[in-house]
């Protein structure tokens, strides 16, 4: 399968700090990434969704001015929290869809390993 | 959006095949039906996905119910490193419904 590579894979960092994560499809184009964010003992849930060149579209409670996501190529996306507080200490999940046309019922996603962010 | 409906968890022998099954009764003509699993502190992977006719890869087989309102996701030898979270998602042609969102999935644990 295609590989995404997520970096780094875990941080600590203090509270009011920013932290950036980096996204990237190491071997196929991505016009289309997605942030997802992961509680203990609980699902994944949809933060983002990336366009490459274009603003990302935000789910509904999830923070734009916060959650800083930016896709200016078809390989990489970043996430940055900023002003990380202790209640933003999550798992953070990319994914990249691969292939678009058909449309999007049968495209696979792939995903990074994950960042797990702790802020103190 | 289209729900899928999963047991919270199973259990199975190593080199035991194990189904594991996935309702999702109020499926659309178009959408298709997604197995991811979750291993420990990890993201998810792909395992498979169908829309009407049984697939198989190298990691697993789908089986789907003529009617589409249920499938099940077949691996056919359990190994430990199977154990994870198995999520069976519904994933739609366009907008909203072509999002992959994660239920609670089924834990699947593997003993020797």
């Known amino acids: 399968g295609a590989v995404v590579s997520q970096h780094p894979s875990r941080v600590i960092c203090k509270s009011g700090t920013s932290v950036k994560i980096e996204c990237r499809s190491l071997?196929?184009?991505?016009?289309?990434m997605f942030w997802y964010r992961q509680f203990p003992k609980q699902s994944l849930m949809l933060m983002a969704t990336s366009n490459e060149g274009s603003k990302a579209t935000y789910e509904q409670g999830v923070e734009k001015d916060k959650f800083l996501i930016n896709h200016a190529s078809l390989t990489l996306s970043t996430l940055t929290v900023t002003s990380a507080h202790p209640e933003d200490s999550s798992f953070y999940i990319c994914s990249a869809r691969y292939g678009t046309s058909g449309g999007c019922g049968k495209n696979i996603q792939y995903f990074g390993a994950g960042t797990r962010l702790s802020v103190l | 959006d289209a729900k899928t409906t999963q047991p919270n968890s199973m259990e199975s022998n190593e080199e035991e095949p194990v189904h594991l099954p996935c309702n999702h009764s109020?499926?659309?003509?178009?959408?298709?039906i997604h197995w991811y699993r979750q291993l420990p502190s990890q993201g998810p992977e792909y395992v498979i996905h169908?829309?009407?006719s049984n697939v198989n890869n190298r990691m697993a087989s789908l089986a789907i119910a003529e009617d589409r309102k249920s499938s099940t996701l077949i691996l056919h030898r359990a190994t430990l490193r199977d154990a994870a979270v198995y999520y069976c998602?519904?994933?739609?042609?366009?907008?909203?419904?072509?999002?992959?969102?994660f239920g609670t999935g089924t834990r699947l644990q593997v003993t020797l």
């Open positions: 998602i519904l994933r739609g042609y366009t907008g909203t419904a072509s999002k992959l969102t």
């Open positions: 071997d196929f184009q991505a016009t289309t």
């Open positions: 169908g829309l009407t």
């Open positions: 109020t499926i659309s003509g178009t959408d298709y």
